[in-house]
Protein backbone atom coordinates (compact mmCIF):
# COMPACT_ATOMS: atom_id res chain seq x y z
CA UNK A 1 0.00 0.00 0.00
CA UNK A 2 3.01 2.55 1.11
CA UNK A 3 4.41 1.57 -2.74
CA UNK A 4 1.19 2.57 -4.66
CA UNK A 5 1.42 5.77 -2.50
CA UNK A 6 5.10 6.62 -2.79
CA UNK A 7 4.31 5.79 -6.98
CA UNK A 8 1.30 7.91 -7.22
CA UNK A 9 3.28 10.72 -5.61
CA UNK A 10 6.06 10.40 -7.66
CA UNK A 11 3.30 10.29 -10.51
CA UNK A 12 2.02 13.30 -9.40
CA UNK A 13 5.27 15.02 -9.14
CA UNK A 14 6.75 13.78 -12.52
CA UNK A 15 3.36 14.34 -14.52
CA UNK A 16 0.93 15.76 -12.59
CA UNK A 17 0.85 19.41 -14.56
CA UNK A 18 1.28 18.09 -17.49
CA UNK A 19 -1.76 15.81 -16.77
CA UNK A 20 -3.61 18.67 -15.67
CA UNK A 21 -3.17 20.73 -18.73
CA UNK A 22 -4.03 17.96 -21.21
CA UNK A 23 -7.41 17.79 -18.92
CA UNK A 24 -7.95 21.61 -19.16
CA UNK A 25 -7.45 21.51 -23.15
CA UNK A 26 -9.37 18.68 -23.23
CA UNK A 27 -12.34 20.22 -21.08
CA UNK A 28 -11.81 23.50 -21.26
CA UNK A 29 -12.63 24.46 -18.11
CA UNK A 30 -10.32 24.74 -15.18
CA UNK A 31 -12.74 23.36 -12.54
CA UNK A 32 -13.38 20.32 -14.29
CA UNK A 33 -10.02 19.13 -15.19
CA UNK A 34 -9.58 19.64 -11.41
CA UNK A 35 -12.08 17.08 -10.52
CA UNK A 36 -11.17 15.42 -13.25
CA UNK A 37 -7.66 15.09 -12.16
CA UNK A 38 -8.68 14.06 -8.56
CA UNK A 39 -10.68 11.11 -10.19
CA UNK A 40 -7.81 9.83 -12.38
CA UNK A 41 -5.17 9.43 -9.19
CA UNK A 42 -8.18 7.64 -7.01
CA UNK A 43 -8.86 5.48 -9.80
CA UNK A 44 -5.17 5.00 -10.85
CA UNK A 45 -5.05 4.33 -6.73
CA UNK A 46 -7.67 1.55 -6.53
CA UNK A 47 -6.99 0.01 -10.07
CA UNK A 48 -6.62 -3.85 -9.16
CA UNK A 49 -3.62 -4.49 -11.58
CA UNK A 50 -1.36 -2.60 -10.07
CA UNK A 51 1.57 -4.44 -10.26
CA UNK A 52 0.97 -5.07 -13.83
CA UNK A 53 1.41 -1.74 -14.91
CA UNK A 54 4.77 -1.07 -16.60
CA UNK A 55 4.57 2.00 -17.90
CA UNK A 56 2.25 4.68 -15.06
CA UNK A 57 2.87 7.45 -17.17
CA UNK A 58 0.96 6.17 -20.10
CA UNK A 59 -1.69 4.59 -18.35
CA UNK A 60 -2.38 7.64 -16.96
CA UNK A 61 -2.14 9.92 -19.77
CA UNK A 62 -4.77 7.20 -21.70
CA UNK A 63 -6.80 7.31 -18.33
CA UNK A 64 -6.87 10.86 -17.93
CA UNK A 65 -7.94 11.06 -22.12
CA UNK A 66 -10.67 8.35 -21.58
CA UNK A 67 -12.03 10.63 -18.21
CA UNK A 68 -12.10 14.15 -19.92
CA UNK A 69 -14.34 12.57 -23.35
CA UNK A 70 -16.49 10.79 -21.04
CA UNK A 71 -17.15 13.63 -19.02
CA UNK A 72 -17.74 15.42 -22.52
CA UNK A 73 -20.24 12.78 -23.59
CA UNK A 74 -22.12 13.21 -20.25
CA UNK A 75 -22.10 16.61 -20.85
CA UNK A 76 -23.75 16.45 -23.96
CA UNK A 77 -26.83 14.83 -22.34
CA UNK A 78 -26.89 16.89 -19.68
CA UNK A 79 -28.95 20.31 -20.26
CA UNK A 80 -27.55 22.89 -17.64
CA UNK A 81 -28.85 25.90 -16.83
CA UNK A 82 -28.06 29.61 -17.58
CA UNK A 83 -26.31 30.12 -14.24
CA UNK A 84 -24.21 26.94 -14.28
CA UNK A 85 -22.36 27.59 -17.50
CA UNK A 86 -19.01 28.53 -16.32
CA UNK A 87 -16.74 30.98 -18.64
CA UNK A 88 -14.12 28.93 -21.26
CA UNK A 89 -10.88 29.17 -21.40
CA UNK A 90 -10.05 32.05 -24.10
CA UNK A 91 -7.28 34.28 -24.82
CA UNK A 92 -9.54 36.62 -26.76
CA UNK A 93 -10.78 39.52 -24.88
CA UNK A 94 -14.20 40.27 -27.06
CA UNK A 95 -17.42 38.34 -26.63
CA UNK A 96 -18.18 37.52 -30.08
CA UNK A 97 -14.66 36.22 -30.13
CA UNK A 98 -14.39 34.32 -27.42
CA UNK A 99 -17.53 32.71 -27.85
CA UNK A 100 -16.80 32.15 -31.93
CA UNK A 101 -13.79 30.51 -30.90
CA UNK A 102 -14.94 28.69 -27.85
CA UNK A 103 -17.73 27.28 -30.03
CA UNK A 104 -14.88 26.03 -32.84
CA UNK A 105 -12.74 24.79 -29.90
CA UNK A 106 -15.76 22.56 -28.46
CA UNK A 107 -16.56 21.44 -32.24
CA UNK A 108 -13.53 20.38 -32.68
CA UNK A 109 -13.25 18.56 -29.51
CA UNK A 110 -16.10 16.90 -29.70
CA UNK A 111 -14.95 15.71 -33.28
CA UNK A 112 -11.52 14.54 -31.51
CA UNK A 113 -13.62 12.53 -29.25
CA UNK A 114 -15.64 10.62 -32.18
CA UNK A 115 -11.92 9.33 -34.10
CA UNK A 116 -10.61 5.85 -33.06
CA UNK A 117 -8.89 5.44 -29.50
CA UNK A 118 -5.43 4.99 -30.75
CA UNK A 119 -5.61 7.93 -33.74
CA UNK A 120 -6.82 10.30 -30.80
CA UNK A 121 -4.00 9.20 -28.53
CA UNK A 122 -1.52 9.98 -31.33
CA UNK A 123 -3.40 13.04 -32.45
CA UNK A 124 -3.99 14.24 -29.10
CA UNK A 125 0.16 13.77 -28.21
CA UNK A 126 1.04 15.30 -31.25
CA UNK A 127 -1.37 18.54 -31.86
CA UNK A 128 -2.44 19.37 -28.23
CA UNK A 129 0.96 18.20 -26.06
CA UNK A 130 2.67 19.51 -29.15
CA UNK A 131 5.49 16.14 -28.39
CA UNK A 132 7.85 15.33 -31.29
CA UNK A 133 6.86 12.09 -33.86
CA UNK A 134 10.17 10.50 -31.76
CA UNK A 135 9.08 11.06 -28.95
CA UNK A 136 5.63 9.94 -29.63
CA UNK A 137 6.65 6.59 -30.77
CA UNK A 138 9.23 5.75 -28.05
CA UNK A 139 6.32 6.33 -25.81
CA UNK A 140 3.45 4.09 -27.73
CA UNK A 141 6.32 1.35 -28.54
CA UNK A 142 6.34 2.28 -32.63
CA UNK A 143 8.25 3.68 -35.62
CA UNK A 144 7.95 7.27 -36.46
CA UNK A 145 6.66 6.31 -39.41
CA UNK A 146 3.97 4.89 -38.04
CA UNK A 147 2.92 7.83 -36.15
CA UNK A 148 2.97 10.05 -39.10
CA UNK A 149 0.82 8.05 -40.66
CA UNK A 150 -1.35 8.29 -37.46
CA UNK A 151 -1.50 11.56 -37.76
CA UNK A 152 -2.20 11.89 -41.21
CA UNK A 153 -4.77 9.51 -40.92
CA UNK A 154 -6.11 11.01 -37.64
CA UNK A 155 -6.35 14.85 -39.33
CA UNK A 156 -8.29 13.54 -42.42
CA UNK A 157 -11.02 11.64 -40.27
CA UNK A 158 -11.31 15.08 -38.22
CA UNK A 159 -11.70 16.76 -41.41
CA UNK A 160 -14.36 14.50 -42.35
CA UNK A 161 -16.33 14.95 -39.15
CA UNK A 162 -15.77 18.17 -38.53
CA UNK A 163 -17.07 18.77 -42.74
CA UNK A 164 -19.84 16.28 -41.88
CA UNK A 165 -21.17 18.54 -39.02
CA UNK A 166 -21.18 21.91 -41.19
CA UNK A 167 -22.54 20.24 -43.90
CA UNK A 168 -25.67 18.90 -41.51
CA UNK A 169 -25.72 22.37 -39.42
CA UNK A 170 -25.41 24.04 -43.26
CA UNK A 171 -28.38 21.81 -44.44
CA UNK A 172 -30.59 22.52 -40.72
CA UNK A 173 -30.22 26.27 -41.37
CA UNK A 174 -31.52 26.24 -45.24
CA UNK A 175 -34.35 24.01 -43.86
CA UNK A 176 -34.69 26.55 -40.76
CA UNK A 177 -35.13 29.17 -43.99
CA UNK A 178 -37.39 27.91 -45.82
CA UNK A 179 -40.32 26.91 -43.02
CA UNK A 180 -39.90 30.28 -42.26
CA UNK B 1 -18.23 16.88 -48.97
CA UNK B 2 -15.61 18.65 -46.37
CA UNK B 3 -16.16 22.45 -46.72
CA UNK B 4 -13.17 23.02 -44.12
CA UNK B 5 -9.42 22.37 -44.70
CA UNK B 6 -6.33 20.82 -42.87
CA UNK B 7 -5.30 24.68 -42.28
CA UNK B 8 -8.33 25.43 -40.35
CA UNK B 9 -7.82 22.34 -38.45
CA UNK B 10 -4.74 22.77 -37.50
CA UNK B 11 -5.44 26.30 -36.29
CA UNK B 12 -7.85 25.07 -33.89
CA UNK B 13 -5.64 22.31 -32.82
CA UNK B 14 -2.89 25.07 -32.15
CA UNK B 15 -5.14 27.13 -30.62
CA UNK B 16 -6.11 24.21 -28.16
CA UNK B 17 -2.25 23.88 -27.67
CA UNK B 18 -2.06 27.05 -26.71
CA UNK B 19 -4.81 26.78 -23.74
CA UNK B 20 -2.58 26.55 -20.37
CA UNK B 21 -4.22 26.33 -16.96
CA UNK B 22 -3.27 29.20 -14.80
CA UNK B 23 0.09 28.24 -12.08
CA UNK B 24 -2.25 28.70 -9.33
CA UNK B 25 -4.94 26.28 -10.25
CA UNK B 26 -1.88 23.47 -11.10
CA UNK B 27 -0.71 23.99 -7.88
CA UNK B 28 -4.03 23.53 -6.08
CA UNK B 29 -5.11 21.11 -8.05
CA UNK B 30 -1.92 19.10 -7.41
CA UNK B 31 -1.88 19.51 -4.02
CA UNK B 32 -6.11 18.44 -3.45
CA UNK B 33 -4.72 15.52 -5.92
CA UNK B 34 -2.00 14.84 -2.84
CA UNK B 35 -4.15 15.54 0.12
CA UNK B 36 -6.36 12.80 -1.32
CA UNK B 37 -3.64 10.67 -1.89
CA UNK B 38 -2.18 10.53 1.49
CA UNK B 39 -5.50 11.03 3.06
CA UNK B 40 -6.98 8.07 1.52
CA UNK B 41 -4.16 5.97 3.08
CA UNK B 42 -4.00 7.44 6.35
CA UNK B 43 -7.52 6.59 7.57
CA UNK B 44 -7.74 2.99 7.68
CA UNK B 45 -4.65 3.00 9.31
CA UNK B 46 -6.09 4.70 11.50
CA UNK B 47 -8.80 2.93 12.23
CA UNK B 48 -7.20 -0.42 12.48
CA UNK B 49 -4.36 0.96 15.20
CA UNK B 50 -7.13 1.75 17.32
CA UNK B 51 -7.18 -0.40 20.69
CA UNK B 52 -10.20 -2.63 21.75
CA UNK B 53 -10.70 -0.48 24.91
CA UNK B 54 -11.33 2.37 22.76
CA UNK B 55 -14.31 0.93 20.62
CA UNK B 56 -15.83 -0.72 23.63
CA UNK B 57 -15.66 2.82 25.28
CA UNK B 58 -17.19 4.24 22.39
CA UNK B 59 -20.12 2.26 22.50
CA UNK B 60 -20.81 2.63 25.75
CA UNK B 61 -20.89 6.12 25.12
CA UNK B 62 -23.45 5.25 22.60
CA UNK B 63 -25.72 3.47 24.09
CA UNK B 64 -25.42 5.60 27.55
CA UNK B 65 -26.17 8.69 24.96
CA UNK B 66 -29.33 6.73 23.31
CA UNK B 67 -30.87 5.61 26.63
CA UNK B 68 -30.62 9.08 27.60
CA UNK B 69 -32.07 10.43 24.47
CA UNK B 70 -35.03 8.08 24.59
CA UNK B 71 -35.64 8.77 28.35
CA UNK B 72 -36.02 12.47 28.12
CA UNK B 73 -38.32 12.13 24.81
CA UNK B 74 -40.68 9.84 27.08
CA UNK B 75 -40.90 11.98 30.00
CA UNK B 76 -40.78 15.79 27.96
CA UNK B 77 -44.52 17.22 27.67
CA UNK B 78 -46.13 16.58 24.74
CA UNK B 79 -45.94 19.66 22.52
CA UNK B 80 -49.45 21.67 22.69
CA UNK B 81 -51.18 23.13 19.47
CA UNK B 82 -47.55 23.20 17.59
CA UNK B 83 -49.06 22.70 14.76
CA UNK B 84 -51.34 25.90 14.90
CA UNK B 85 -48.11 27.78 16.51
CA UNK B 86 -46.37 26.75 13.42
CA UNK B 87 -48.90 28.00 11.01
CA UNK B 88 -49.54 30.86 12.39
CA UNK B 89 -46.12 32.07 12.86
CA UNK B 90 -45.64 30.77 9.33
CA UNK B 91 -48.37 32.80 8.23
CA UNK B 92 -47.04 35.93 9.74
CA UNK B 93 -43.40 35.55 8.89
CA UNK B 94 -44.82 35.19 5.01
CA UNK B 95 -47.46 38.19 5.25
CA UNK B 96 -44.42 40.58 6.47
CA UNK B 97 -40.88 39.15 4.83
CA UNK B 98 -42.91 37.86 1.47
CA UNK B 99 -42.85 41.62 0.20
CA UNK B 100 -40.26 42.92 1.51
CA UNK B 101 -38.01 40.06 0.51
CA UNK B 102 -39.74 40.39 -3.18
CA UNK B 103 -39.20 43.63 -3.72
CA UNK B 104 -35.66 43.43 -2.77
CA UNK B 105 -34.81 40.45 -4.47
CA UNK B 106 -36.51 42.21 -7.51
CA UNK B 107 -33.87 45.65 -7.29
CA UNK B 108 -31.31 43.41 -6.99
CA UNK B 109 -32.35 41.58 -9.89
CA UNK B 110 -32.91 44.97 -11.69
CA UNK B 111 -29.16 46.82 -10.43
CA UNK B 112 -27.53 43.22 -11.78
CA UNK B 113 -29.53 43.34 -15.65
CA UNK B 114 -28.76 47.39 -15.73
CA UNK B 115 -25.17 47.07 -14.52
CA UNK B 116 -24.23 44.14 -16.88
CA UNK B 117 -25.84 45.75 -20.05
CA UNK B 118 -24.20 49.18 -20.05
CA UNK B 119 -21.07 47.19 -19.24
CA UNK B 120 -21.67 44.86 -22.45
CA UNK B 121 -23.31 47.69 -24.37
CA UNK B 122 -20.28 49.42 -25.80
CA UNK B 123 -18.74 46.30 -25.93
CA UNK B 124 -21.28 44.81 -28.28
CA UNK B 125 -21.82 47.75 -30.58
CA UNK B 126 -18.08 48.13 -31.37
CA UNK B 127 -18.67 44.65 -31.83
CA UNK B 128 -21.24 44.71 -34.08
CA UNK B 129 -19.77 47.81 -36.03
CA UNK B 130 -16.62 45.52 -36.68
CA UNK B 131 -18.83 42.60 -37.83
CA UNK B 132 -20.80 44.97 -40.21
CA UNK B 133 -17.24 46.46 -41.42
CA UNK B 134 -16.23 42.92 -42.18
CA UNK B 135 -19.00 42.00 -44.03
CA UNK B 136 -18.79 45.18 -46.03
CA UNK B 137 -15.51 44.59 -47.09
CA UNK B 138 -16.21 40.91 -47.95
CA UNK B 139 -19.43 42.04 -50.29
CA UNK B 140 -17.34 44.98 -51.69
CA UNK B 141 -14.67 42.55 -52.32
CA UNK B 142 -16.63 39.78 -53.79
CA UNK B 143 -18.70 42.89 -55.98
CA UNK B 144 -15.19 44.16 -57.37
CA UNK B 145 -14.27 40.74 -57.91
CA UNK B 146 -17.51 39.59 -59.91
CA UNK B 147 -17.29 43.23 -61.80
CA UNK B 148 -14.22 42.76 -63.08
CA UNK B 149 -14.56 39.32 -64.23
CA UNK B 150 -18.29 40.09 -65.89
CA UNK B 151 -15.87 43.55 -67.73
CA UNK B 152 -13.22 40.66 -69.02
CA UNK B 153 -15.58 38.62 -70.07
CA UNK B 154 -17.47 41.06 -72.10
CA UNK B 155 -14.50 42.45 -73.27
CA UNK B 156 -13.33 39.21 -74.81
CA UNK B 157 -16.66 38.52 -76.45
CA UNK B 158 -16.48 42.42 -78.17
CA UNK B 159 -12.73 41.42 -79.37
CA UNK B 160 -14.25 37.68 -80.92
CA UNK B 161 -17.45 40.15 -82.29
CA UNK B 162 -14.71 42.59 -83.97
CA UNK B 163 -12.53 39.64 -85.02
CA UNK B 164 -15.49 37.87 -86.83
CA UNK B 165 -16.48 41.02 -88.39
CA UNK B 166 -13.12 41.67 -89.83
CA UNK B 167 -12.50 38.23 -91.48
CA UNK B 168 -16.26 38.41 -92.80
CA UNK B 169 -15.40 41.78 -94.35
CA UNK B 170 -11.92 40.17 -95.78
CA UNK B 171 -14.25 37.78 -97.23
CA UNK B 172 -16.26 40.32 -98.58
CA UNK B 173 -13.24 41.79 -100.12
CA UNK B 174 -11.76 39.21 -101.08
CA UNK B 175 -14.91 38.05 -103.24
CA UNK B 176 -15.43 41.52 -105.06
CA UNK B 177 -11.43 40.82 -106.02
CA UNK B 178 -12.20 37.84 -107.39
CA UNK B 179 -15.50 39.03 -109.46
CA UNK B 180 -13.17 42.27 -110.75
CA UNK B 181 -10.77 39.77 -111.71
CA UNK B 182 -12.79 38.00 -114.02
CA UNK B 183 -14.57 40.45 -115.68
CA UNK B 184 -11.23 42.44 -116.11
CA UNK B 185 -10.15 39.39 -117.58
CA UNK B 186 -13.24 39.28 -119.75
CA UNK B 187 -13.20 42.42 -121.00
CA UNK B 188 -9.39 42.33 -121.54
CA UNK B 189 -10.54 39.57 -124.25
CA UNK B 190 -13.20 41.02 -125.67
CA UNK B 191 -10.91 43.93 -126.45
CA UNK B 192 -8.48 41.72 -127.98
CA UNK B 193 -11.04 40.35 -129.89
CA UNK B 194 -12.37 43.64 -131.58
CA UNK B 195 -9.32 44.74 -131.84
CA UNK B 196 -7.99 41.56 -134.38
CA UNK B 197 -11.43 42.75 -135.64
CA UNK B 198 -10.48 45.97 -136.61
CA UNK B 199 -6.99 45.59 -137.69
CA UNK B 200 -8.19 42.49 -139.87
CA UNK B 201 -10.57 44.62 -141.75
CA UNK B 202 -7.93 47.75 -142.19
CA UNK B 203 -5.07 45.02 -143.70
CA UNK B 204 -8.40 44.06 -146.58
CA UNK B 205 -9.05 47.36 -146.94
CA UNK B 206 -12.50 48.98 -148.01
CA UNK B 207 -14.85 46.58 -149.51
CA UNK B 208 -15.03 47.32 -153.85
CA UNK B 209 -17.90 49.47 -154.79
CA UNK B 210 -19.49 47.37 -157.64
CA UNK B 211 -22.83 49.36 -157.56
CA UNK B 212 -21.58 51.91 -160.45
CA UNK B 213 -20.93 48.88 -162.85
Given at each position: MRSRQKELLELLDKSGADLYALLTR?????????????????????SR???????????????????????????????????????????????????????????TLDAVGRLKKASREVLIMRYLQQKSYDNIAEKLGKTS?????????????LR????????KSSKKEIHNVTNR | MSQIDENQIHDR??????????????????????????????????RLRLPHFFVKLAAAAVL???????????????PLYMQQLQATLESSLKSSLEPVIRRQLQDEIDNRL????????????????QQVRRDMETYANQTLTAVSNLTDQRLIEFARMIEAARIKERQR????????????????????????NLWDAERVGPAPDISEN
Open positions: LTLREEVAEELMQELFIKLNNGFGKIANWNAYARRSAINLAFDWRRSQKQTVLALGQVAEPVSNDDSPLGKLIHSEELQEHQVRALCSRAIRNDILGSNEH | LKRLSQVEPGQEATNRAMQKVRNAITGEQTIPKLMIGAGFVGGRLSAPEQLAFAANNNTLKRELAVAAAFDYMGSRFGDGLVTLAARRD
